[in-house]
């Protein structure tokens, strides 16, 4: 076997979160020298469980990675990869995203101000294991306060899950906007003078189907602003 030796400095790939100190199986930076002509190989890495205060939630944290040869153009089983073949660095878990999906939202009558009814959530999906997560809802401003249907998306926010052996943490997750349909719907007023009657003006022979003048004896409240 033709021996070779590396140049660069291993990056190891980012992780999001799984609960779990395990290392990607690869690695960016380094760069294989000493091939025969136009060959080349490529270098995978396995990493040490990471080390460090905090692990495995999210953070940086340190593992020795083992440098592997891989082949490219040329066979790594005609290459034998000189020392170092270990190297100590730092690695990163990153925040796991998670989603809740489409949110219902209660309907509401209009009242003149642009927020929706109250919005429900979907089940929280991505989270690890059996671990559970406080997901919390950012007030919504509609662009209009009128009747109709409005299409938004719903800021949420983290915090730790209820205490316990499944408790997430906030601080290991990202949470994607949940979107929703809100509805505001006509506002319903209450009639005044039940027994009250409309009351039509007599008219002089005009020789059309129209009436006198209307007037009506009902009236309502609740109307927005009265």
Not at 60 to 83: E, F, P, R
Not at 207 to 219: C, F, P, S
Request: proline residues 6%.
């Amino acid at each position: 076997k033709k021996n070779v030796t590396w140049s660069g400095t291993p990056v190891v790939a980012d992780k999001p979160y799984d609960g779990t100190a395990t290392v990607p199986n690869w690695c960016s930076g380094v760069t294989v020298l000493g091939t025969v002509g136009t060959e080349t190989l490529t270098v995978t890495c396995t990493g040490t469980p990471y080390v460090g205060v905090g692990v495995p939630h999210v953070g940086s944290y340190t593992t020795t990675l083992t440098l592997l040869l891989a082949s490219g153009t040329g066979w790594q089983g005609n290459y034998n990869l000189l020392s170092p073949t270990a190297i100590g660095v730092s690695g990163n878990i990153v925040k796991k995203w998670i989603a809740t999906g489409t949110a219902t939202i209660a309907d509401k009558q209009y009242d003149g101000n642009p927020t929706t009814g109250a919005i429900t959530l979907a089940p929280v999906t991505g989270l690890v294991g059996s671990a559970t997560i406080t997901v919390n809802v950012t007030p919504v401003t509609l662009y209009a306060s009128y009747v109709g249907m409005y299409v938004i998306n719903i800021p949420c926010t983290l915090a730790d899950g209820p205490a316990g052996p499944n408790q997430g943490k906030a601080t290991d997750y990202a949470i994607v906007d949940a979107t929703g349909v809100a509805y505001i719907t006509p506002k319903i007023l209450t009639p005044v003078g039940l027994n009250s009657l409309n009351t039509i003006a007599s008219k002089v022979y005009d020789g059309t189907t129209a009436t006198g003048a209307v007037t009506v004896g009902k009236t309502f409240t609740g109307q927005v602003g009265s």
